[in-house]
């Protein structure tokens, strides 16, 4: 059983054009998270969720936008596509957002923008 | 700016032999920790040593942590063809909600 999963793993598109990627984590943890790891494979928050409350959000241009439904789902919504977005950007989650609780990560969605 | 720094950036070496990794951060921390990355894969969390701790084992992996120095390390004793991955330490801030800035990452390779 896949832990946190992420639709869809690939995602090739225009510029210009907007895209969703969705989480869902079946583990009952109270925490989501959505990372974008770069071609140097540097590993940058965007955004977390608890019980589906925003509680942190990175400097994200605001094409970016975060939803969570419950908090066994958080899905990412990207707007007017820019080349820079390339990228892979993973879905995580952990039992709350209090210090000494480790991540799970989703496997990524790799995003390539033509 | 990053948080974390790994040196060495990429490490090879041949089965049997131990793999050490360092880690260097910037500002006080709750806890470190470390995760592996395989090609085309998630993270997985491999250890967390709190900022009281000064060293932690698991398995084949030791991570010792030095909070004057503002500094971890990662050891893989033994090492195998399996262990060949990505390797990132993870800061926890105080008061960030979870936060976790991650380090460039040490990418080893295990010759078998």
């Given at each position: 059983?896949?832990?946190?999963?992420?639709?869809?793993?690939?995602l090739v598109t225009q510029m210009g054009n907007d895209k969703?990627?969705?989480?869902?984590?079946?583990?009952?943890?109270?925490?989501?998270?959505?990372?974008?790891?770069?071609?140097?494979?540097?590993?940058?928050?965007?955004?977390?969720?608890?019980?589906?409350?925003?509680?942190?959000?990175?400097?994200?241009p605001?094409r970016?936008?975060?939803?969570?439904?419950?908090?066994?789902?958080?899905?990412?919504?990207i707007n007017s596509l820019e080349l820079g977005d390339s990228?892979?950007?993973?879905?995580?989650?952990?039992?709350?957002?209090?210090?000494?609780?480790?991540?799970?990560?989703?496997?990524?969605?790799?995003l390539s923008i033509l | 700016?990053?948080?974390?720094?790994?040196?060495?950036?990429?490490?090879?070496?041949?089965?049997?032999?131990?793999?050490?990794?360092?880690?260097?951060?910037?500002?006080?921390?709750?806890?470190?920790?470390?995760?592996?990355?395989?090609?085309?894969?998630?993270?997985?969390?491999?250890?967390?040593?709190?900022?009281?701790?000064?060293?932690?084992?698991?398995?084949?992996?030791?991570?010792?942590?030095?909070?004057?120095?503002?500094?971890?390390?990662?050891?893989?004793?033994?090492?195998?063809?399996?262990?060949?991955?990505?390797?990132?330490?993870?800061?926890?801030?105080?008061?960030?909600?979870?936060?976790?800035?991650?380090?460039?990452?040490?990418?080893?390779?295990?010759?078998?």
């Open positions: 059983d896949t832990a946190v999963s992420q639709t869809p793993k690939y969703s990627i969705k989480c869902e984590q079946n583990l009952g943890h109270d925490t989501m998270y959505w990372y974008k790891q770069d071609s140097k494979k540097f590993l940058k928050i965007m955004f977390s969720y608890n019980n589906k409350e925003l509680i942190i959000n990175e400097t994200v605001n970016f936008s975060p939803k969570s439904p419950d908090k066994a789902h958080l899905n990412l919504h990228a892979v950007y993973f879905c995580a989650s952990s039992q709350d957002s209090r210090v000494f609780t480790p991540q799970h990560f989703g496997d990524g969605t790799r | 700016s990053q948080q974390g720094e790994e040196d060495p950036q990429a490490l090879s070496i041949q089965e049997g032999e131990n793999a050490t990794m360092n880690c260097s951060y910037k500002t006080s921390i709750n806890n470190l920790q470390w995760y592996r990355q395989n090609s085309g894969r998630g993270l997985v969390h491999l250890i967390l040593i709190r900022s009281n701790e000064r060293e932690k084992h698991s398995g084949r992996l030791r991570v010792t942590l030095d909070t004057s120095k503002k500094s971890s390390s990662l050891l893989i004793t033994a090492s195998r063809a399996a262990d060949t991955a990505s390797y990132f330490c993870a800061t926890d801030l105080y008061n960030q909600g979870g936060k976790l800035i991650f380090g460039q990452g040490t990418e080893l390779s295990v010759k078998p």
